[in-house]
Each structure stands twice: as structure tokens, then as C-alpha cells.
């Protein structure tokens, strides 16, 4: 056993020169009291300056929010002068080129306009481009524009005989819907696209195109189906078929059965108004 002269010189090389307690302590069970002892709560006193903080304004929940929280109205604004002042569908679509006001013009890479005959009886409206109608700057080109053409040609039409375009001119990224300030600042475009084109008959393709056209606020699979109108800025009415999109039936092909009726509908429609 070495004695207490050695264990102190010990202590001494371990660095441990520094006396603390007469007795030993244990402090793991210190340690494990003051784990389980309930903190204290910190009193804080207010300093010489301190101001009581005013409440916060609630926040408006999202279903309660005004049409001025949405849209920029001076990019609508802007977009009514830019579409009225165009005479022709040439001139809307430089006046859309030129436009700035979207910011789906900035991820995509081509404006895409329109496809088919400007001149033709029957116009069909979409949603917005896709990847490939993005790249090519046509739309309807991708498979839901392959189905389309052969439901057109199931009726007796090819782009030679219809219009096609879509209320959003530019592919959101991702695919993604369009934003209601997005359709808000497309929609003088669309518009006077439509009565430029004038055509005779209008087939909404999909949910949004058809409530963009209609103003109506019901699903895709309870609007379909039923004719409906709408009005240009000149006052002419324009009968509306809208019609399950052809990327949904790509999805669900148990639903093209009534987006034939639908089709047949249109035909005989078509076919009483050039007749």
C-alpha cells in the first residue's frame, strides 16, 4: 500500500492538485436528482425599455382570401391592351410573344399558340402544353394529341378542319396546374383568340379549359356532356361542349365511352350549324 506521502505526490503528476471536498462525493446521484427534479421557471425581469408585444394580426384562412390577393391587375391590365389591340391571330401572337407579364414564360421553353385551321368551324380548347408540345411549340403532339387526332378522325375532322390551342400558352414546370393568377393574366389572350378565330362550335378539353370558357364551377364528369356557351367580348355566344381531357382517358380508359357521346354530340352539332 503506498503511503500518503506517495499518493499525494500521485495525485500531483495526474495534475489533481487541487483539494475539493473533505469526504467523497457521489455525483452521479446528484446528477440523476437533478434529472428528475422539475426545472425551475426563469423569472425574467422586464428591461427598462421592454414594450409589451402587441398580438399578432390573425391570418385569413385560404378559402376566406379576396379576389385582390390573387391576381396582379396590372398584369391583367396590361394583357387586355396588348390582346384588343391585336387585329389578327398573327399580330395576338406576337403581342403573347412580347409579353412579359407571366412568369410562365420564363421556365418554358417555347410559346405554344395554336395548331389546325384558324379558318375552321370547330375550335378546341386545352389546358396547357406538355413536355413535348413544349419543346415542339404545337399543341396536342404528345400521346394525349395522338388520342386526340384519332377521336377527331372518329368524327370526320383532322387539323385541317379544327382549331386547336389551350388557355395556358406556356407549359407550367413539372406539368403542374396552372395557378389562378396564371389563368387570370392568360386569359385576354385566350379570349380574344377565340373571337378572332370565331369559330362556330368550342370543345373544352378537361376541367379547367371548360370552367375558363363557361365561368361554371362543377367537375369535369359532371359538366361533360352538357352544352354550354360562351361569350366573347363582342357579345357573340358560342356554343361549349366540354369533354374529358384526352391525357385523363390515357389514365382511365373505362371513360372514353362517354367522352364519345360526346364527340358524336359535337358532330351533330357541327353538322347542323354548316349545314
Known amino acids: 500500500m503506498p503511503n500518503l506521502r506517495e499518493l499525494l505526490h ?5 495534475g489533481v492538485d487541487t483539494p475539493l471536498e473533505d469526504l467523497p462525493v457521489d455525483r452521479f446521484s446528484q ?7 422539475p426545472a425551475a421557471p426563469v423569472q ?4 427598462p425599455q421592454q414594450q409589451p408585444e402587441s398580438p399578432q394580426p390573425s391570418q385569413p384562412a385560404p378559402s376566406t382570401l379576396t379576389r385582390a390577393t390573387v391576381p396582379d391587375d396590372a398584369k391583367i391590365a396590361m394583357a387586355r391592351q396588348l390582346a384588343s389591340s391585336a387585329a389578327t391571330l398573327e399580330e395576338l401572337r406576337e403581342q403573347l410573344g412580347a409579353f412579359d407579364g407571366c412568369n410562365l414564360k420564363f421556365t418554358a421553353k417555347n410559346l405554344v399558340f395554336a395548331d389546325g385551321n384558324p379558318n375552321a368551324s370547330i375550335m378546341f380548347v386545352g389546358e396547357a402544353p406538355g413536355r413535348e408540345e413544349d419543346l415542339e411549340g404545337v ?3 404528345g400521346r394525349s394529341g395522338q388520342l386526340l387526332d384519332r377521336m377527331l378522325a372518329a368524327i370526320g375532322l383532322d387539323r385541317t378542319s379544327a382549331y ?4 395556358i400558352p406556356w407549359r407550367p ?4 396546374t ?3 393568377l396564371e389563368t387570370e393574366i392568360c386569359r385576354p389572350f385566350f379570349e380574344r383568340q377565340i373571337e378572332l378565330a370565331n369559330p362556330k362550335l368550342l370543345v373544352a378539353l378537361g376541367g379547367p379549359a371548360a370552367k375558363a370558357l363557361t365561368n361554371a364551377t362543377e ?7 352538357n352544352w354550354k356557351s360562351h361569350s366573347t367580348a363582342s357579345g357573340i355566344e358560342i356554343p361549349v361542349m366540354p369533354t374529358l381531357h384526352p391525357a385523363y382517358l390515357l389514365r382511365n380508359a373505362a371513360q372514353k365511352r362517354f367522352a364519345w357521346r360526346d364527340f358524336v354530340s359535337v358532330k351533330m352539332r357541327l353538322r347542323a350549324l354548316t349545314e
Do not use: D
Open 10 to 14: 500521485f495525485y500531483s503528476e495526474a
Open 31 to 37: 446528477v440523476e436528482a437533478k434529472r428528475i427534479a
Open 44 to 47: 425574467r425581469a422586464p428591461g
Open 139 to 141: 399543341p396536342f403532339i
Open 164 to 167: 386547336i390551342a389551350n388557355t
Open 173 to 176: 414546370p413539372g406539368n403542374r
Open 178 to 180: 396552372p395557378t389562378p
Open 219 to 225: 367537375g369535369i364528369l359532371r359538366l361533360r356532356g
